[in-house]
């Protein structure tokens, strides 16, 4: 898990109740449901914070797990209808992931360094043949 732990998903979201939903399935149901939101919102997340991303549920903001505890939620929910508040959360969690992709919001982890188109670059380093040469130029 990288973002969130068990703890943290019933911190947020209220153990009963999700014990309740993951049925006799237990902690393996409700760690796939925190693994599929985890994978959702680094969908989101990767082109922008490939390298700062973080690895263990220690080193996740607590808005990035809040958010993610939602949509783990609503994923344990994926069979049946959700209550229209948990469905406006989970929608909200992934306009914010949008918005975090986008630059509209931040996780307040670097993200990769903008790339420079402006300057040139060398194609190929190696002379190619046939064709024409710096040299044959002089005499234009």
């Given at each position: 898990m990288r973002y969130l732990?068990?703890?943290?998903?019933?911190?947020?979201r209220g153990?009963?109740?999700l014990r309740r939903l993951a049925g006799p399935g237990g902690d393996p149901t409700l760690l796939n449901a925190i693994e599929q939101a985890e994978a959702e919102a680094t969908s989101y997340l990767l082109?922008?914070?490939r390298q700062a991303l973080p690895?263990?549920?220690d080193g996740a903001p607590p808005?990035?797990?809040?958010?993610?505890?939602t949509l783990a939620h609503r994923k344990l929910?994926?069979?049946?209808?959700?209550?229209?508040?948990?469905?406006?959360?989970?929608?909200?969690?992934?306009?914010?992931?949008?918005?975090?992709?986008?630059?509209?919001?931040?996780?307040?982890?670097?993200?990769?360094?903008?790339?420079d188109n402006t300057a040139p670059t060398i194609a190929?380093?190696?002379?190619?043949?046939?064709?024409?040469?710096?040299?044959?130029?002089?005499s234009w």
């Open positions: 732990s068990l703890p943290d998903l019933f911190a947020h153990e009963a109740e082109a922008r914070y690895s263990t549920p808005i990035l797990k809040a958010k993610v505890a929910l994926a069979g049946a209808q959700p209550s229209p508040s948990l469905e406006a959360e989970a929608q909200q969690a992934l306009t914010w992931l949008r918005d975090v992709a986008r630059g509209a919001a931040s996780l307040d982890l670097p993200s990769e360094p903008p790339v190929i380093a190696a002379p190619t043949t046939p064709g024409l040469r710096l040299e044959d130029l002089d």
